[in-house]
T-cell receptor
Framework: DAGVIQSPRHEVTEMGQEVTLRCKPI?????LFWYRQTMMRGLELLIYFNNNVPIDDSGMPEDRFSAKMPNASFSTLKIQPSEPRDSAVYFC????????????FGQGTRLTVV | EDQVTQSPEALRLQEGESSSLNCSYT??????LFWYRQDPGKGPEFLFTLYSAGEEKEKERLKATLTKKESFLHITAPKPEDSATYLCAVQANSKLTFGKGITLSVRP
């Protein structure tokens, strides 16, 4: 398996623009997580899905952030409009709900909003 | 609210100098405690899962232990390639809550 795949790896955008981050989880995993990592706050959970259903989105900073999981093999995190304070590394991770439940992370998307 | 505190924030060791990294936690209904390693520019890489107090797991120079309130990652005779940030996380339900990590530097 290729692991969790995120795209793009790097994104530079202007303030006010829409940004869409993409994630393909490991095949067979039924939990998917979106995290944001900054020096100040570390890894923060934004939202997670079980079986494609959003379970907890309490970490989503505000209405400018939205996430979808239309099927078991694809998820998006959208920021509209983007702001400079959204600059961070965004990670997607997936895990199984049964048996070994450790989460496996993608390589991340480094977002810079100028 | 689940909380994870890691200490120290940074640790510098000489090659061969053994030490321990601490992870203190409060969680309702612990399903598991996880240790990850993160190298610069990469995503966290899974190391260990511990499920109950008293459990220990080892991998090469690393050994993780768990009590009801904390976990330790012991590093025996570290090498420069062990330099990385080590993250601890607790799982309640499906949710993983991470500490801020400990940045380990091992000098040759």
């Amino acid at each position: 398996d290729a692991g969790v795949i995120q795209s793009p790896r790097h994104e530079v955008t202007e303030m006010g623009q829409e940004v869409t981050l993409r994630c393909k989880p490991i095949s067979g995993h039924n939990s998917l997580f979106w995290y944001r990592q900054t020096m100040m706050r570390g890894l923060e959970l934004l939202i997670y899905f079980n079986n494609n259903v959003p379970i907890d989105d309490s970490g989503m900073p505000e209405d400018r952030f939205s996430a979808k999981m239309p099927n078991a093999s694809f998820s998006t995190l959208k920021i509209q409009p983007s702001e400079p304070r959204d600059s961070a590394v965004y990670f997607c991770a997936s895990s199984s709900l049964r048996g070994n439940t450790e989460a496996f992370f993608g390589q991340g998307t480094r977002l810079t909003v100028v | 609210e689940d909380q994870v505190t890691q200490s120290p924030e940074a640790l510098r060791l000489q090659e061969g100098e053994s030490s321990s990294l601490n992870c203190s936690y409060t969680v309702s209904g612990l399903r598991g405690l996880f240790w990850y390693r993160q190298d610069p520019g990469k995503g966290p890489e899974f190391l260990f899962t511990l499920y109950s107090a008293g459990e220990e797991k080892e991998k090469e120079r690393l050994k993780a232990t768990l009590t009801k309130k904390e976990s330790f990652l012991h590093i025996t005779a570290p090498k420069p390639e062990d330099s990385a940030t080590y993250l601890c996380a607790v799982q309640a339900n499906s949710k993983l809550t991470f500490g801020k990590g400990i940045t380990l530097s091992v000098r040759p």
